[in-house]
């Protein structure tokens, strides 16, 4: 016959393609060109409101609807040829245009419910020769009926009768689905669909195609409207494809619906390459969630590392439990973004758990909580029973685990908690409380932080109570050796003794004073090398011979120091230390002397030193004296060294201090500039009592954090024709 090739127009070349309701003027179908040409609108449309959606416009750039010949005319086959118009590029380039050739095919000679529709084609002029065919087929009046033979398969059912039967189908068709017009004619419209077919999608338009019979139930949906929906169809010999089917409603003069019409288009090309980009794009989106994660665990991995790192670095510098519970605090809430944290210790028997501060528990919580029975229905009593960890996102999943909580005291409001037991050596010896302002899941890798967390706690809590035993027998210890001092006549001796602000708070340091049996005192002042417990206890080797030494013989301080030597090394008792032994004795001469001149009594000091920071003798006019000597040879090293006696007057007022290195040594001050500034410092105390003195000198010299221990010894020389001071105490008082 000669006629023009449409199927080319339709689907060979990337054609829009629109069937137009002419007597409605809408568009009732559009290919999926057409589609993208006006993606927001719903079919069906006004003609023109497509046409200004699709952004159709005349060659010389005005709107096409304001032309001489809008859309709805060139649809209605007027001019013949068509026209030239361009469309909006949906692209990134918003100004862009595409050049297309529009021309409109009235079915006139189709059978009578197609007789109204047109099919409108945009070709773009980027193919003249498709252009030019279609052109041609339009000028010579054929194009009306070789659309019946093209891609575009129709069919025309009636929905007057039940069952909406189809009563023509177009040759199109047949190619389409195999079924022949006999095969075809009579049957249901939507016959070719299958037992695969959605269900959902065949309700839909089933809705949409309500028999106009009265005797037909009501449904919501009008039986004007036009439905469009992709549906899995089955051809003749039972192979599947994806039917894009568009059916509207033909209607008489009285708006009731005669005839539908159903344009069927095969798009399972398109569905396929659908499917295939949401696979890649699911894909895609996979990959990116895995690679998500994997950073998200990586910055978990990291982020947990770093909190251990931290925790680990910062417990390594506690020594005490309510340290231990300061530092847990501050770092969960840093590094967790947690709202605190509590500390519990358990008791010897494991009968409860005693928090260590309540400082850092959600506001309003009551005191009751400061103690935990082991046996009780909490979440810390459940983890340190199962010495296992709980968690709970918050606190209406805690109640509801607990119910029993609330005898104990009210809960207060909170988030995420995680209550985690601390173990050592086999042993339950605490727990760890945190907590969260809000809910929250944690997940395998935080509750195994976490539970790392709790290991390096315990370590740290064992520590600290390891720490507070030895401190407390190193007190004992301590106390027992310093010496309650006597008051001998109207000599004033006080003391003091200062531990290091780290440690075990016991040394080599002491102090010791004897009276003899002739009256004299003997003032021993001492460091043995070494800050632990076994400095002090070779110190308390030394003290207890020294004081034997002392009170056993009236002899001077050389004599008492070369037995010392000499014992230590025969009794195999090693140690060493600096040492002054010092005499304040009265001879009877100077007694004598000073009575017959109505004087005050004379007293004489009388020492040696073993390598020891010297003696300083404050003056009552302010002025003070370095009892220096040439320095001799450790108490320790050899047991026959020469040692000598050192001879000064002790004058009535004047004070005697001896110390140990601890009170002048200090980083960044030289033993001599310590010595200065503890003269300066007794220069300005000569007014003040032994005990104002004493006070002043650890204020200025020693400070709220000593870097060594430090033992001070001083003695007073009170006017012998003057009554024995008050603050002096009455004799045999310290």
């Known amino acids: 016959m000669g006629q023009v090739d449409l199927p080319a127009v339709a689907h060979d070349f990337p054609a829009a393609v629109l069937v137009v309701d002419i007597a409605a003027d809408q568009v009732v179908f559009g290919n999926d060109l057409a589609r993208q040409l006006a993606p927001d609108l719903s079919l069906p449309v006004s003609v023109e409101d497509w ?20 859309l709805s005319q060139v649809a209605a086959g007027d001019p013949e040829s068509g026209r030239q118009v361009s469309a909006a590029l949906r692209s990134d380039a918003a100004q862009a245009r595409e050049a297309l050739w529009a021309i409109g095919v009235p079915l006139r000679d189709a059978p009578p419910p197609l007789r109204t529709r047109s099919l ?14 279609v052109q041609a087929a339009a000028a010579a009046g054929r194009a009306h009926r070789s659309v019946l033979s093209s891609g575009l398969a129709m069919t025309v059912s009636d929905p007057t009768v039940e069952g909406d039967p189809l009563v023509w189908v177009s040759p199109t068709f047949t190619q389409l689905t195999g079924y022949t017009p006999t095969e075809a004619v009579g049957r249901e419209l939507l016959f070719w669909t299958g037992p695969d077919t959605d269900a959902h999608v065949l309700a839909r338009l089933r809705d949409g195609l309500r028999p106009t019979s009265p005797a037909a139930p009501p449904l919501e949906v009008t039986a004007d409207e ?18 894009h089917l568009t059916i509207s409603p033909v209607l008489d003069d009285d708006g009731a619906t005669t005839h539908r019409v159903s344009v069927h288009s095969d798009v399972t090309a398109q569905v396929l390459a659908a499917r295939e980009r949401d696979r ?52 969960v ?120 967390l709790a290991r390096y706690t315990a370590q740290a809590v064992q520590r600290a109570v390891l720490a507070a035993e030895r401190r407390t027998a190193a007190e004992v210890l301590q106390r027992s050796l310093l010496t309650r001092l006597p008051e001998p006549d109207h000599l004033e001796l006080r003391s003091r003794y200062v531990p290091a602000s780290a440690g075990e708070h016991v040394g080599g340091d002491w102090y010791d004073a ?3 049996p002739d009256g004299a005192t003997m003032l021993v002042i001492g460091d043995v090398t070494g800050h632990d417990m076994a400095a002090a206890a070779h110190m308390g080797q030394m003290r207890g011979l020294l004081r034997a030494f002392a009170y056993d013989r009236n002899e001077p301080p050389t004599q008492v120091v070369t037995r010392l030597d000499r014992t230590l090394a025969g009794l195999g008792i090693e140690g060493l230390a600096t040492l002054i032994v010092a005499r304040i004795e ?149």
Do not use: K
Request: charged share 20%; proline share 7%.
């Open 586 to 734: 009265q001879v009877p001469a100077d007694t004598a002397q000073a009575g017959a001149a109505g004087g005050a009594g004379v007293r004489r000091l009388r020492w040696t030193n073993a390598g020891h920071p010297p003696p300083l003798l404050l003056l009552a006019d302010g002025s003070t004296q370095v009892l220096t000597s040439e320095p001799e040879i450790l108490i320790g090293l050899l047991p026959d060294a020469v040692r000598s006696d050192h001879l000064v007057a002790l004058p009535p007022a004047s004070t005697l201090l001896l110390y140990t290195d601890g009170l002048i040594e200090h980083r960044g001050r030289s033993l001599e500039d310590g010595v200065n500034d503890l003269r300066r410092v007794l220069s300005a105390c000569r007014d003040h009592t032994v005990q104002e003195l004493l006070d002043r000198v650890v204020v200025e010299l020693v400070g709220d954090s000593p870097e060594d221990d430090c033992a001070i010894l001083a003695v007073r020389a009170h006017p012998e024709d003057r009554p024995r001071p008050v603050e002096a105490g009455p004799p045999g008082l310290t």
């Open 51 to 70: 046409s200004r959606a699709a952004g159709l416009q005349v060659a010389s750039g005005g709107p096409l609807g304001q032309s001489s010949t809008p």
């Open 226 to 243: 036009t439905v469009s929906e992709t549906v899995l169809a089955y051809r003749h010999d039972g192979s599947a494809f994806y039917n």
């Open 280 to 331: 890649e794009r699911r894909a895609a989106r996979e990959q990116v969630e895995s690679a998500r994660q994997a950073q998200a665990a990586a910055e978990d991995a990291g982020r947990f590392g770093h909190l251990l790192l931290t925790l680990s670095e910062a417990l390594t510098a506690t020594t005490t439990v309510a340290e231990v519970a300061a530092t847990i605090a501050e770092v």
């Open 333 to 452: 809430v840093v590094e967790l973004g947690a709202a605190g944290s509590g500390l519990l210790l358990a008791d010897p028997a494991r009968t409860r758990l005693d928090f260590v501060t309540l400082n850092d528990m959600p506001a309003g919580t009551d005191t009751a909580w400061s103690r935990i029975s082991w046996n009780e229905d909490a979440p810390l009593a459940l983890a340190v029973r199962q010495r296992h960890p709980v968690f709970y996102r918050d606190d209406a999943a805690l109640r509801a685990a607990h119910p029993a909580i609330v005898a104990h005291a009210e809960v207060p409001a909170m988030g995420a908690s995680a209550n985690l037991p601390l173990v050592s050596a086999g042993e339950v010896i605490g727990a760890v409380f945190l907590f969260w302002d809000r809910p929250q899941d944690l997940n395998a890798q935080q509750q195994a932080a976490l539970q790392a």
């Open 514 to 516: 004897v009276l003899q």
């Open 120 to 133: 409108l084609v945009l070709m773009p002029l980027r193919f003249p020769d498709a252009v030019a065919d």
